[in-house]
């Protein structure tokens, strides 16, 4: 078996937390709404397809048209994304820059709107760190589909079996696995240190 010796990170939910409802709970002020608005306007499945390569101004100018009364919020969500990420997961900016100096090399393979990703990544400058990043919708392919893998690794210049990839998803973890990546499954930063430490990796 090889040696796992490189770290590939998902980002949302990993690095950085994500929750539409960061930004919604500021221009909703009744819960019952908020609920309503996030499970048939503005939801996690329709975002998805701005992850997958989808244009905002296609997807807003549609969304618009099914609920124009929420028009300004639908606007909102294209032109303030970066809300809708509150901040860093605990604990995870020092595991990365610990993997840094120990020299570990660091990529990244996320579903993120192209669009979004260029809103939000001037605020995080750890990524400078990283050799590369895969953005799903730069690409037009999406986790878990095998083919962002294939692209990532040829792109990266890894060898499936050097390689911890790390996802909060569970079908996103099993596709890596099956393409030879070894996975984890991530719910927090200490478990997750634990395991670099067993790899070695710290």
């Given at each position: 078996?090889?040696k ?11 690095l ?7 930004l ?7 819960p019952?709404?908020?609920?309503w608005?996030?499970a048939?306007?503005?939801?996690p ?5 701005h ?30 994304f970066p ?10 900016i ?19 709107g ?21 953005i ?23 060898r ?8 909060d ?13 070894a ?20």
């Amino acid at each position: 078996m090889s040696k796992i010796d490189t770290v590939i990170f998902d980002i949302g939910n990993v690095l950085y937390r994500w929750d539409l409802r960061c930004l919604f709970e500021k221009l909703i002020d009744d819960p019952e709404e908020l609920d309503w608005f996030l499970a048939h306007v503005v939801t996690p499945e329709w975002h998805f397809q701005h992850d997958a390569g989808r244009p905002f101004a296609d997807m807003v100018a549609e969304r618009s048209r099914e609920f124009p009364e929420y028009r300004d919020h639908i606007i909102a969500y294209s032109e303030r994304f970066p809300e809708t990420i509150p901040g860093p997961v605990e604990g995870m900016i020092d595991l990365v820059r610990l993997l840094a100096e120990r020299a570990v090399p660091l990529f990244a393979i996320s579903n993120f709107g192209a669009e979004s990703w260029a809103q939000f990544r001037p605020s995080a400058p750890i990524f400078e760190i990283f050799c590369d990043i895969v953005i799903s919708g730069e690409e037009k392919l999406i986790k878990p589909d095998a083919e962002i893998f294939e692209l990532a690794l040829n792109r990266f210049g890894r060898r499936a079996d050097q390689c911890l990839f790390i996802d909060d998803r569970q079908d996103n973890i099993e596709a890596g696995e099956a393409m030879g990546l070894a996975g984890h499954h991530f719910s927090d930063a200490a478990r997750l240190e634990q395991e670099l430490k067993a790899l070695r990796l710290l």
